[in-house]
């Protein structure tokens, strides 16, 4: 699985948008088509009675749930609205062609959207989902609204720090979390001489890298708009800045063999098994990664969770992030689709299988790390709304966060790579921001 967002949370987050197709129960992964789903219902909005039926589909990135929870989602979810069909219909590659395939109007009912998307475009595309009675207060309300209406509902939460394994750590002696980053590296150092590769980076995969470029500047800054303050500056990424800070932890790993052995050949999905079986000590991500890595083989009581110290302060800091939001395609079967969304956060335990933060304020979390995690009373920053102005330069500058993080990890002068990352923004800065 891709997060969520990691946090979900990834380089400009784009959609890649599947139309419907198949039969009632069918559940695909395939390559997307420009079908649209047909509204089967004169309802506009999800109030006022209107009869809740007719075929929606959901596009999903969650392809390994595709004929196994999914299956038990549509039967329940029908069971309640005997009316409707569901379709979930999942992308292997959720992300690349998301700006294409929205811009083209030809969408599926519900689909997921990140933060690619001005909000100010948001009426072009989706229905307002303020009309869903939810059964008590959400988080993250505003993060998708435009003009005092909401656009999105988050599909979980999530906050971001050390996965381990607490028999690796026994293995290497270490018998205290580490508070500061220098703590921090002596306990890879630790675990590295006990035979252990201390940190799954997944560095070729990219994609779990985004940690680093989101998640370990809000800690190391204190705040979560370091996207949004790209745009008052031609040169966003500094050596001493929130993004240098960041990538020089990573790229100090990598100089102390702290990292997989092979940093460009490393494998996502083996990286769960080589945690949960202790090969690998530890993971920076979110807390939605520590059930897949139970499904992998550990025992639950066997893994934890602590605070990432980003710096030697002492202090501890922790994002507090969306991950993916729920979004109704404005000219698809609204009513029903309003009805899935509501059944998702409020019924469907999908935050419990995915290890989540629920949505809902009243709910409370069944997974026992976050309790770990809560103990270190780490200071919770939460995510705020993007800045259509740096989306617009991020967009026009097509820059690959990542990619460029990968560069500065592995080329000899890293100031280099920075000088190149902020040529490419200023130049997109000068033709948005005019």
Not at 257 to 267: C, G, P, R
Request: aromatic share 12%; hydrophobic share 35%; charged share 25%.
């Amino acid at each position: 699985m891709k997060k969520a967002f990691s946090l979900l949370l990834a380089s400009v987050l784009m959609l890649t948008i599947l139309a419907a197709c198949g039969g009632k129960d069918k559940e695909e992964v395939k390559p997307s088509d420009n079908g649209n789903t047909t509204p089967t219902t004169e309802a506009t909005d999800n109030k006022g009675g209107e009869e809740i039926k007719g075929k929606i589909v959901f596009l999903t990135q969650r392809t390994d749930m595709i004929g196994k929870e999914f299956k038990e989602y549509k039967k329940r979810f029908e069971e309640k609205y005997p009316g409707v069909e569901i379709q979930f219909e999942g992308v292997l590659d959720y992300e690349k062609t998301s700006k294409v395939r929205i811009a083209s109007g030809k969408f599926p009912d519900v689909i997921l959207i990140g933060p690619g998307i001005a909000n100010s475009e948001f009426p072009k595309y989706f229905a307002p989902l303020d009309d869903i009675q939810f059964s008590g207060d959400i988080r993250f309300k505003d993060l998708k609204a435009f003009e005092g209406k909401m656009y999105g509902v988050s599909s979980g939460n999530s906050t971001v720090g050390i996965v381990y394994n607490k028999k690796a750590f026994a293995k290497a002696g270490i018998t205290a979390i580490p508070k500061t980053l220098d703590e921090f590296y002596a306990a890879a150092q630790k675990l590295k001489d006990a035979g252990i590769i201390p940190l799954a980076s997944n560095f070729k995969d990219k994609w779990p890298l985004d940690t680093w470029v989101y998640d370990v500047p809000t800690m190391i800054g204190g705040a979560s708009d370091h996207q949004n303050k790209r745009a008052e500056t031609d040169t966003p990424y500094t050596m001493d800045g929130v993004y240098g800070q960041s990538w020089s932890i990573l790229r100090t790993l990598h100089e102390k063999d702290l990292l997989e052995k092979d940093i460009n050949s490393s494998n996502w999905e083996k990286s769960k098994k080589d945690v949960a079986q202790g090969k690998f000590g530890m993971y920076l991500l979110g807390n939605w990664v520590i059930n897949q890595v139970i499904e992998n083989g550990a025992a639950s009581e066997d893994i934890g969770f602590f605070p990432f110290p980003a710096d030697n302060s002492g202090s501890l800091k922790a994002p507090l992030n969306p991950d993916w939001f729920y979004a109704v395609n404005k000219d698809g079967n609204v009513p029903a689709a309003k009805a899935f969304v509501k059944w998702m956060v409020e019924e469907s335990g999908y935050e419990d299988f995915a290890g989540f933060i629920p949505t809902l304020t009243t709910k409370e979390s069944k997974l026992p790390q976050l309790a770990e995690f809560n103990s270190y009373n780490p200071q919770f920053i939460e995510l705020g709304a993007s800045n259509d102005l740096a989306t617009s330069i991020q967009n026009d500058a097509q820059i690959d966060q990542s990619k460029f993080l990968q560069e500065f990890v592995l080329v000899k002068d890293p100031q280099t790579v920075l000088d190149k990352l902020n040529k490419q923004w200023a130049k997109a800065k000068s033709k948005v921001a005019k």
